[in-house]
């Protein structure tokens, strides 16, 4: 069965500073990937997504995350934080062993200091 | 209007009691989902659905029941609330194979 995991349950940086986010996944077939962020009192918003075309993905607001097959990783990042990052990120994994349902890590909630 | 609508948004309930939570969706999808929110835990899928006749148990099925009036409606039931059972939850939906899934808002549960 497939899985994440999300190493770190709360991440903290400067604005302006690199923004990464772990993500590490389980599957036994080749997976689809997401990135999901929530703000506040709010449901879950796509950042980006891996579906097997190229292996660096750009998604809203200059995140980007690169699937690494090697090493079952798809860590987000963001060359310069800005303080309306501030939100949870939710990685997740979907694949045709599960039908295609998605499967969430446990999320990283990122604070950002000024 | 919002593609996937939630209701209601934030319901308080003693526990004994039975709830429904409502789900509809404008997308056209025939997938949907409904998911629990804790805090540290991420979100746990409690039941899902690939069409109006196809209705799954996820990892946390226990104590819930659902069931999908229409391809667009899809409710949650909590036959008889218990406090572990507060929660933030979600439903969801998506169309077949890797694409992303829609959220609605959430339901904010408390049961005391």
């Known amino acids: 069965a497939q899985s994440v995991t999300q190493l770190g349950s709360h991440v903290s940086v400067s604005e302006g500073a690199l923004v990464l986010l772990r993500c590490n996944y389980s599957s036994s077939v080749p997976p689809y990937l997401f990135w999901y962020v929530q703000y506040p009192n709010q449901g879950l918003q796509l950042l980006l997504k891996y579906t097997s075309a190229a292996t660096l993905v750009k998604g809203i607001n200059g995140f980007e995350a690169e699937f690494k097959k090697s090493e079952t990783s798809f860590h987000l990042t963001k060359p310069s934080a800005h303080m309306s990052d501030a939100a949870e990120y939710f990685c997740a994994v979907s694949d045709l062993d599960s039908s295609y349902k998605l499967i969430f890590g446990s999320g990283t909630r990122l604070l950002v200091r000024p | 209007d919002a593609d996937v609508t939630q209701t209601p948004r934030n319901r308080i309930t003693k526990t004994g009691k039975r709830i429904m939570l409502e789900c509809s969706q404008t997308k056209g999808h025939d997938r949907m989902y409904w998911y629990r929110q804790d805090p540290g835990l991420g979100l746990q899928l409690i039941y899902y659905?690939?069409?109006?006749?196809?209705?799954n148990k996820g990892e946390i099925s226990d104590g819930y029941s659902v069931s999908r009036q229409a391809q667009a409606k899809f409710s949650l039931s909590l036959e008889s609330a218990i406090p572990n059972q507060t929660a933030l939850y979600f439903c969801?939906?998506?169309?077949?194979?890797?694409?992303?899934?829609?959220f609605g808002q959430g339901t904010r549960l408390t049961v005391v």
């Open positions: 969801a939906t998506s169309g077949r194979q890797n694409t992303e899934a829609f």
């Open positions: 659905s690939f069409d109006v006749k196809d209705i």
